[in-house]
C-alpha cells in the first residue's frame, strides 16, 4: 500500500511536547522523512532516518518508528514551530514515493 | 552553496504545452537524484516523480505517470517537468527538490523556490 495517513490538525501549547504520528503499511519496511512548511514557503527537512536531524534543525525535534506508525515529537515546542508537518516515505513494493496528508500545528 | 532555481511563474490555457525548468548549482549533478512535488491551492505535497540525470533513469508515482514527463539536460544541469496538454486542474506550485544522498527514496533536504502554474481559459 502507498498511503499514508495524518492527523489533519493537532495543537499544543507553548513549551508543552507534542507527537505528531504517520501511518502506513511502508513504514514497516522504510523510514520516514518530515517535513515542516510554512505559509508561502518551500518545505524543510526536519527529521530522517532512524535519528537523524539535519544541520540547523533545532534538537527539539525527534522521531522515532514502531511497527506502521512513525512520529515527530517536538518537545518544548516554540511559536515558531507552528506549520503543517508532512510525512514521507516510499510505496513498499514499488518505487516511487509518497507523502502522507499533512498535519497542521497550532501553539497555542 | 547547493541551490536549486525554478523557473518563474506561468499562465497558460487549457490545451497548451509547458516545460518549467529547475537549474541546479553547487554539487555534483549527475550524483544525485532531483524530485519534482506537486502543491494544489490549500492542498499537501504531492510526490510526482524523480530522475537520476547520470542515466536519466526516471520513476513516477502511479498518479503521474503518463500525465507529465521529468527530463534533465546535464549539459546545464537543469531538470524539467513538462506537460503536453494542460488541465486546469494541473494548476499548482510545482517544486523540486533534491536528496540528501545518492538515494532517491532519502529525504529531500535541498528545495527548489516553487513554479507557480496557473491554467484557465
Known amino acids: 500500500s502507498s498511503e499514508l495517513t495524518q492527523d489533519p490538525a493537532v495543537s499544543v501549547a507553548l513549551g508543552q511536547t507534542v507527537r505528531i504520528t504517520c501511518q502506513g503499511d511502508?513504514?514497516?519496511?522504510?523510514?520516514a522523512t518530515w517535513y515542516q512548511q510554512k505559509p508561502g514557503q518551500a518545505p524543510v527537512l526536519v527529521f530522517y532516518?532512524?535519528?537523524n536531524r539535519p544541520s540547523g534543525i533545532p534538537d527539539r525535534f525527534s522521531g522515532s518508528s514502531s511497527g506502521n506508525t512513525a512520529s515527530l515529537t517536538i518537545t518544548g515546542a516554540q511559536a515558531e514551530d507552528e506549520a503543517d508537518y508532512y510525512c514521507?516515505?516510499?510505496?513498499?513494493?514499488?518505487?516511487?514515493?509518497?507523502f502522507g496528508g499533512g498535519t497542521k500545528l497550532t501553539v497555542l | 552553496e547547493v541551490q536549486l532555481v525554478q523557473s518563474g511563474a506561468e499562465l497558460k490555457k487549457p490545451g497548451e504545452s509547458l516545460k518549467i525548468s529547475c537549474k541546479a548549482s553547487?554539487?555534483?549533478?549527475?550524483?544525485?537524484?532531483i524530485g519534482w512535488v506537486r502543491q494544489m491551492s490549500g492542498k499537501g505535497l504531492e510526490w510526482m516523480g524523480v530522475?537520476?540525470?547520470?542515466?536519466?533513469?526516471?520513476r513516477y508515482s502511479p498518479s503521474f505517470q503518463g500525465q507529465v514527463t521529468i527530463s534533465v539536460d546535464k549539459s546545464i544541469t537543469t531538470a524539467y517537468l513538462q506537460w503536453s496538454s494542460l488541465k486546469a486542474s494541473d494548476t499548482a506550485m510545482y517544486f523540486c527538490?533534491?536528496?540528501?544522498?545518492?538515494?532517491?527514496?532519502?529525504?529531500?533536504?535541498?528545495w527548489g523556490q516553487g513554479t507557480l502554474v496557473s491554467v484557465s481559459s
Open positions: 527538490a533534491r536528496p540528501l544522498t545518492s538515494a532517491w527514496s532519502d529525504g529531500f533536504d535541498v
Open positions: 553547487g554539487y555534483s549533478f549527475t550524483n544525485y537524484w
Open positions: 530522475i537520476y540525470p547520470g542515466d536519466s533513469d526516471t
Open positions: 511502508s513504514l514497516r519496511r522504510y523510514y
Open positions: 532516518g532512524q535519528n
Open positions: 514521507k516515505s516510499r510505496d513498499s513494493n514499488s518505487n516511487y514515493g509518497v
